[in-house]
Structures are given as structure tokens and as C-alpha cells.
């Protein structure tokens, strides 16, 4: 992705993912109306133009709106489950503040969020297998070969048979290898090193 724009960093992962505030489950729209001048405002306008992608990016499930010069002064508000809502004034308000604002109100606690994170590194990946996961070998994943150790494999699947079979068998004797030669006896061999 290029580097064009107002302050492109935003665009990036490493810093969508540094957002702090996670809303709780029962947050559903998140509403933000803020002027687009004046000094009142100015906390509100740096919180949608450095931490809304971050909101969006940790909160997939819940609808993002900014409203913008509808009101005199700034607010935030919040429609949960059950049709309730929540207002948060921001009038002069820095950024910092309202992001602490929103996670004091809405957002997850750090224990909810350590839970949650121990929770997603356990859950069971069915690509996985091996002594620690529910599979001990690929063989027990429907559609794989099973192991030769408990079902034989057909001689088709056999590297020695496939070989043999094209004619091409190596074979290792005496520090070198013969392809596709009968077994030569000693005997064989010293009479035919003395002829030459």
C-alpha cells in the first residue's frame, strides 16, 4: 500500500491494532457528531481523524456514524441492546480524555480482555495435529492416507514396487550402485576384474 495522504500511518496494522477501547458485547451503533471548526470541537475532530479506524478495527460488529454540523456542541452516542442508549458529552474534551471516557463507559475492563485473548489461543484449530492438539497424525483427517503402520499400503503407493516395476531398481553393492544389473556373485566379479 502507498504512503499517500493525510498521516498514512493510520492505514497501517501495527496501528489499528494499538486501539484501546473494545466495547463491550451489547454495544450495537456508535454515533459521533462534532463541528468541522471551532475550538469547542477540536478534541472530537483529532478523535475521529487518529482513533475512529482504530474503533473500527477492534469493534467489527458495531455500525460506525460521524455526524458533522448538526449541533453546537459535540457528543457521542451509543445504542445498545434491549433500545437503550447512551449519550457521552465531549464539549472540550481532548482526545485522550474521550478515548478514556469510552472505555470507562462502554469498553471492556483488562481482565475481560485477558480472558478473552486466553480463550481465542485455545480454541482448537482442526488443521493442527500432533501429541498437544485433538489428532495425533494426519492420518485420523477424513480423505488422508492412512498409516502404513496400521493399514498396509497398496503396492501402487510403494516406492520399492513403482521401481522394480519400471525397471529401474537401484541397488548398492560393493561401493557402487547398479541399475537395473542382476546380482553378480564374487566369484563373478573376481573372474571378471582378472580377464580385464
Given at each position: 500500500m502507498?504512503m499517500?495522504?493525510?498521516f498514512p500511518?493510520r492505514?497501517t496494522l501495527?496501528?489499528l491494532k494499538?486501539g ?5 458485547e451489547?454495544v450495537?451503533v456508535?454515533t ?11 478534541g472530537?475532530?483529532?478523535f475521529v481523524?487518529?482513533n ?6 477492534n469493534n467489527?460488529?458495531?455500525q ?6 448538526l449541533t453546537?456542541s ?6 445498545l441492546d434491549?433500545?437503550e442508549?447512551?449519550?457521552i458529552?465531549i ?7 474521550i478515548v478514556?471516557?469510552?472505555?470507562k ?5 483488562e481482565?475481560?480482555?485477558?480472558a478473552e ?8 484449530n482442526p488443521?493442527?495435529f500432533g501429541?498437544?492438539?485433538g489428532r495425533?497424525c494426519?492420518?485420523q ?7 502404513p503402520?496400521?493399514?498396509a499400503?497398496?503396492k ?8 522394480m516395476?519400471?525397471g529401474?531398481?537401484?541397488k548398492?553393492?560393493?561401493?557402487r550402485?547398479?541399475i537395473?544389473l542382476p546380482d ?5 566379479d573376481a573372474?571378471?576384474?582378472t580377464?580385464?
Amino acid at each position: 500500500m502507498p504512503m499517500i495522504g493525510k498521516f498514512p500511518l493510520r492505514r497501517t496494522l501495527r496501528y489499528l491494532k494499538e486501539g484501546k477501547v473494545h466495547f463491550k458485547e451489547r454495544v450495537r451503533v456508535f454515533t459521533i457528531t462534532y463541528n468541522t471548526f471551532g475550538e469547542k470541537c477540536q478534541g472530537a475532530r483529532d478523535f475521529v481523524f487518529y482513533n475512529l479506524q482504530q474503533l473500527q478495527y477492534n469493534n467489527p460488529k458495531v455500525q460506525m456514524q460521524t455526524l458533522t454540523n448538526l449541533t453546537p456542541s459535540p457528543y457521542i452516542q451509543c445504542f445498545l441492546d434491549g433500545c437503550e442508549e447512551v449519550l457521552i458529552d465531549i464539549d472540550n474534551f481532548s482526545q485522550s480524555e474521550i478515548v478514556e471516557r469510552l472505555n470507562k463507559v462502554l469498553g471492556k475492563s483488562e481482565l475481560i480482555l485477558a480472558a478473552e485473548e486466553l480463550a481465542r489461543r485455545q480454541l482448537v484449530n482442526p488443521a493442527h495435529f500432533g501429541r498437544r492438539f485433538g489428532r495425533k497424525c494426519i492420518c485420523q483427517v477424513d480423505g488422508q492416507v492412512t498409516c502404513p503402520g496400521e493399514v498396509a499400503l497398496p503396492k501402487e503407493m510403494r516406492g520399492k514396487y513403482r521401481d522394480m516395476k519400471a525397471g529401474c531398481c537401484l541397488k548398492a553393492g560393493k561401493g557402487r550402485i547398479q541399475i537395473g544389473l542382476p546380482d553378480v556373485d564374487d566369484e563373478q566379479d573376481a573372474a571378471l576384474q582378472t580377464s580385464v
